[in-house]
Antibody, heavy 122, light 107 residues
Framework: QITLEESGPTLVKPTQTLTLTCTFSGFSLRASGVGVAWIRQPPGKALEWLALIYGDDDKRYSPSLASRLTIAKDTSNSQVVLRMTNMDPVDTATYYC??????????????WGRGTLVAVSS | SSELTQDPAVSVALGQTVRITCQGDSLRGYYATWYQQEPGQAPVVIIYGKNNRPSGIPARFSGSYSGNTASLTITGAQADDEADYYCHSRDSRGNPEFGGGTKLTVL
């Protein structure tokens, strides 16, 4: 059974760096097509994909946010970490991590964590 | 902004059929995945691939394609189908992208 759980601060100040951790179980992040993604959703707004890391360490970033994002995996601890720099109030959102099932071409997010709400405010 | 376009809101009478569409050039080459999201909950996959439903998803949900448009059809909408629906596909680089979401109201 695959599970994912997000953890991190609930409040960050503008200009600070956000660090979120996704702790997963039930799969190994080693195979090429297996991946973990970060997706966010501002209150009342749409889902936005942020970053994705595959088992072969291939990393993908949303072009609009790439300069602010870093994704990394810690396979031994079954964790994926996302860092987002220079946080702004518009980054207030629920941040989800999700398991990428399938391949790099036709994969989809079959299982999601419950999400963690991060507010950005001074 | 999303390269996948969805109508912001759609309504359907209880028991009737409704189609939710997702339009984008990437859909000419990649399948769409459809997610249902209820308030305060994480999204749940309801359709993936050509027209596949995960275990536990009712058969009234189906997917189809025409040109650059993917469609999610609910045949015989129920009250608990009222939710937000998102399409998801891949861009030309294989990176994920989501549609802007459709809020379905069941009247």
């Amino acid at each position: 059974q695959i599970t994912l759980e997000e953890s991190g601060p609930t409040l960050v100040k503008p200009t600070q760096t956000l660090t979120l951790t996704c702790t997963f179980s039930g799969f190994s992040l080693r195979a090429s097509g297996v991946g973990v993604a970060w997706i966010r959703q501002p209150p009342g707004k749409a889902l936005e994909w942020l970053a994705l890391i595959y088992g072969d360490d291939d990393k993908r970033y949303s072009p609009s946010l790439a300069s602010r994002l870093t994704i990394a995996k810690d396979t031994s601890n079954s964790q994926v970490v996302l860092r987002m720099t220079n946080m702004d109030p518009v980054d207030t959102a629920t941040y989800y991590c999700a398991h990428n099932y399938g391949s790099k071409i036709v994969g989809y997010f079959d299982l999601w964590g419950r999400g963690t709400l991060v507010a950005v405010s001074s | 902004s999303s390269e996948l376009t969805q109508d912001p809101a759609v309504s359907v009478a209880l028991g009737q059929t409704v189609r939710i569409t997702c339009q984008g050039d990437s859909l000419r080459g990649y399948y769409a995945t459809w997610y249902q999201q209820e308030p305060g909950q994480a999204p749940v996959v309801i359709i993936y691939g050509k027209n596949n439903r995960p275990s536990g998803i009712p058969a009234r949900f189906s997917g189809s394609y025409s040109g650059n448009t993917a469609s999610l059809t609910i045949t015989g909408a129920q009250a608990d189908d009222e939710a937000d629906y998102y399409c998801h596909s891949r861009d030309s680089r294989g990176n994920p992208e989501f549609g802007g979401g459709t809020k379905l109201t069941v009247l």
